[in-house]
Nanobody, 115 residues
Framework: QVQLVESGGGLVQPGGSLRLSCAASRSIFSIYAMGWYRQAPGKQRELVALLTSGSNTNYADSVKGRFTISRDNAKNTVNLQMNTLKPEDTAVYYC?????????WGQGTQVTVSS
């Protein structure tokens, strides 16, 4: 069983920055996909940013130019640098990973953007 552990959430003012990290309990070198989804109260879970094999990246239109996803194979982590945060970015952020046919999720970390 693979474990994904998120860190870095918290409360930040509009315009501020946060960096989320997701540490996997196994090597991510050959991972098919890894990234971040989020779910705001009363809304469906949505893709934020995703790295796929070949280092391709996908971003939600709402975060393009503000968020950057990156990976560190040596530490088995994927990071999400979030800049120019807006109140509408408030949500629980979930780490996601896919190896072969199996999907894994972290427990989520709360991000609140408020003055």
């Amino acid at each position: 069983q693979v474990q994904l552990v998120e860190s870095g959430g918290g409360l930040v003012q509009p315009g501020g920055s946060l960096r989320l990290s997701c540490a996997a309990s196994r090597s991510i070198f050959s991972i098919y996909a890894m990234g971040w989804y989020r779910q705001a109260p009363g809304k469906q879970r949505e893709l934020v940013a995703l790295l796929t094999s070949g280092s391709n990246t996908n971003y939600a239109d709402s975060v393009k130019g503000r968020f950057t996803i990156s990976r560190d194979n040596a530490k088995n982590t994927v990071n999400l640098q979030m800049n120019t945060l807006k109140p509408e970015d408030t949500a629980v952020y979930y780490c996601y990973a896919k190896w072969s046919d199996y999907d894994y999720w972290g427990q989520g970390t709360q991000v609140t953007v408020s003055s």
